[in-house]
């Protein structure tokens, strides 16, 4: 498989992230499946906070732990990302029945730079609560699978350090770069697996730092407990 097009042609648009994992490039997937795909995404994303409305219910209560204080302002930042990218993506739809008048150049860089960041930080999100997936706490219960699964997601994701720089994701989510340059010679495998590399890099950074300050509140005489009702029941985002 290979992207259509004109060898290293650009075009100024943006990336999103399937549940913030998987991008959903317009020229990998085409302009009306990308749009209805992106709004599986938000309708999912605003239905995860709605099942989580305890969270929110939670934010003005108890003490803030480095821990909480990390998830709360990554939970805070992410959802004011996506409301902007929802806003963006439909000032920019061709294809989606309702529309909203604005900007169109305005949009689209924002459209650009915010998927960049709803990419990254859902991918930080998620590897903060990974410990908190039923699926993931089986799979590591066996300490052998578990450091296998640690050594690969690791390698990977140090790959991903060469992709993050490769790709501009930096350049982009500030954007310094305002168009996305695609080689359109490119399998589509390779590009999906480079995503995938930035995504585990992501994550692996959100699991080790929600790790360390909970080591942290633990050597600094935090009550367990406290951590675990604050982070573990309230934080389930």
Same mark, same amino acid.
């Given at each position: 498989?290979?992207?259509?097009?004109?060898?290293?042609?650009?075009?100024?648009?943006?990336?999103?992230?399937?549940?913030?994992?998987?991008?959903?490039?317009? #020229?990998?997937?085409?302009?009306?499946?990308?749009? =209805?795909?992106?709004?599986?995404?938000?309708?999912?994303?605003?239905?995860?906070?709605?099942?989580? %409305?305890?969270?929110?219910?939670?934010?003005?209560?108890?003490?803030?732990?480095?821990?909480?204080?990390?998830?709360?302002?990554?939970?805070?930042?992410?959802?004011?990302?996506?409301?902007?990218?929802?806003?963006?993506?439909? *000032?920019?739809?061709?294809?989606?029945? =309702?529309?909203?008048?604005?900007?169109?150049?305005?949009?689209?860089?924002?459209?650009?730079?915010?998927?960049? =960041?709803?990419?990254?930080?859902?991918?930080?999100?998620?590897?903060?609560? =990974?410990?908190?997936? #039923?699926?993931?706490? $089986?799979?590591?219960?066996? $300490?052998?699978? !578990?450091?296998?699964?640690?050594?690969?997601?690791?390698?990977?994701? %140090?790959?991903?350090?060469?992709?993050?720089?490769?790709?501009?994701?930096?350049?982009?989510?500030?954007?310094?770069?305002?168009?996305?340059?695609?080689?359109?010679?490119?399998?589509?495998?390779?590009?999906?697996?480079?995503?995938? %590399?930035?995504?585990?890099? !992501?994550?692996? *950074?959100?699991?080790?730092?929600? %790790?360390?300050?909970?080591?942290?509140?633990?050597?600094?005489?935090? !009550?367990?407990?406290?951590?675990? $009702?604050?982070?573990?029941?309230?934080?389930?985002?």
């Amino acid at each position: 498989l290979r992207l259509p097009g004109p060898e290293g042609a650009a075009f100024p648009g943006g990336r999103l992230s399937l549940c913030g994992k998987e991008p959903l490039h317009r #020229p990998v997937m085409g302009g009306k499946l990308h749009e =209805w795909l992106g709004l599986a995404m938000f309708l999912l994303f605003f239905l995860h906070h709605l099942l989580n %409305a305890s969270w929110h219910r939670a934010l003005g209560k108890g003490s803030y732990t480095a821990n909480r204080i990390l998830g709360t302002v990554t939970n805070l930042l992410l959802l004011l990302a996506m409301v902007f990218l929802a806003v963006s993506s439909v *000032i920019l739809s061709g294809y989606v029945p =309702w529309n909203i008048k604005g900007s169109m150049a305005v949009a689209r860089l924002m459209h650009l730079a915010l998927s960049y =960041w709803v990419f990254v930080l859902a991918s930080f999100h998620l590897g903060i609560y =990974w410990n908190r997936i #039923p699926v993931a706490r $089986k799979v590591t219960a066996d $300490k052998k699978i !578990s450091a296998l699964l640690r050594l690969t997601f690791l390698l990977y994701a %140090a790959y991903g350090v060469h992709v993050f720089i490769k790709r501009q994701f930096a350049l982009s989510m500030f954007l310094q770069v305002q168009f996305a340059f695609l080689d359109y010679g490119e399998p589509v495998v390779l590009f999906f697996m480079e995503y995938f %590399a930035v995504m585990c890099l !992501s994550a692996v *950074i959100g699991y080790y730092m929600s %790790a360390l300050l909970h080591r942290l509140n633990r050597s600094r005489g935090h !009550s367990p407990g406290r951590v675990k $009702k604050y982070i573990f029941e309230k934080e389930e985002l």
